[in-house]
Nanobody
């Protein structure tokens, strides 16, 4: 499956953004999906994941309580709603997919989008 992320941009602290990930080449019904992010000078980290049906989600520490994942299998889309953004959320955000359950390690994912930049100003 091929993935294309979009929706990044510049936002002030406390604001919101919604990232989208469009899949093509296969149906997302076969895949669990996740978002990772890589801040300046930092390693890529798990933000959150959602299972094949969209019925179960898992979040990493940066996202818990502020971000929400959703999935529309009919549209082949995955979304990341980000609320109460902080300057430390500034990063390139990547969507990823794998056939199987969500994993928090990027090593388990073999399909990746190109990344979308999110910048949060203070």
């Amino acid at each position: 499956v091929q993935l294309q992320a979009s929706g990044g941009g510049l936002v002030r602290a406390g604001g919101s953004l919604k990232l989208s990930c469009q899949a093509s080449g296969d149906t997302l019904r076969r895949y669990g999906a996740a978002w990772f992010r890589q801040g300046p000078g930092k390693e890529r980290v798990f933000v959150g994941g959602i299972n094949w049906s969209g019925g179960a989600t898992e979040y990493g520490d940066p996202a818990r309580g502020r971000f929400a994942l959703s999935k529309d299998n009919d549209k082949n889309m995955v979304y990341l709603q980000m609320n109460r953004l902080k300057p430390e959320d500034t990063a390139v955000y990547y969507c990823a997919a794998r056939k199987g359950p969500v994993r928090t390690s990027e090593d388990f994912y073999d399909s990746w989008g190109q990344g979308t930049q999110v910048t949060v100003s203070s």
